[in-house]
């Protein structure tokens, strides 16, 4: 009687280790990967402060907005200039008092570029100001480690 | 003569090699996209429009003013402590002059609020300088904790650009 051979394949370490281990990084990006550009944005280096501390909660009501070293804002997906920056500004009041809420109670987070001239920041503040915002953050980076 | 039932054959036949290739391609894709950012910090700046009344009880001291004054590229060139003190762009000696201003420091919640200071900066001054001053102002590092020195920061008036 004939036996037939079956073919073996060639012999191949054991793999489930590493897939296990790839399932795990896989996880680890998935639950800290953050689409949102609200927070960042690459053309903004932040200066750099010694008490740069991450505030203890998420500020309520934040309104964040990116200030470039020539004085572009970026507000979400918008772009305009301390100039014209008034109409955005009113949009996002009418969103706070949809919420029964005032100006008063927004928090404007300013990221401003570390070569930003200063009186720019002050014109930024002083319109949100004229639209009775109150609450400003100046946001700065950790300095690195030495 | 060996028994081989249908299920022991199948069982050892499944090839995982397509998954473990589609695994592979979502690793790639989440290493790529993921970005690891600097840890970021706020500096709470609170600013009613100037001429409303702030609270009960009106300010009985006068608020420290610091003059920045920047040279033509933008940098510090000198700050001026209530027309007086001149500490050139050394924001070491800046805080300094807070810490014998504030005895003790101020800190945690108390009724007695410390100093107001009210920052007079020229238009062209890089915020890099500003947020150093803000920082010379408001607190220093001992070790791990923060000692706080002024808890009230308020700007001036802009100075008109020259452009």
Redesign the interface.
Known sequence: MARKKFSTKAAEGDMTPMIDMVFQLIAFFMVLINFSQDDQNAKITLPTSELAKPAEGAAEFPIVMHLDKDGTIYMGANTASVDSIRPLLSTEVAVLVSQSKAASDGNIIIRAHKDAPGGKIQDLINKCQELGFEKFALRVKEEEVK | MRIKSKSDDNAGQLS?TSM?DV??L??IF??M???I?????????????QGQPSGPSEEPELPIKLR?K?DAA?NIADIVVNDSQSFGNDFAKLRAFIVQMTPGGVEGPSDAKGPEVELD????????????T??SV????QGDD?IRLVERIK?A???K?AN
């Open positions: 995982l473990i695994v592979f979502l690793l989440f290493v996209t993921f970005k950012a600097a840890q970021e910090g706020d500096f709470n700046v609170k600013m009613p429009l920045l920047a933008g900066l020229d238009y062209g001054l890089k915020y890099e300088f500003v947020v150093s803000i920082t408001t607190g220093y590092k923060i700007f008036a802009p100075r650009s």
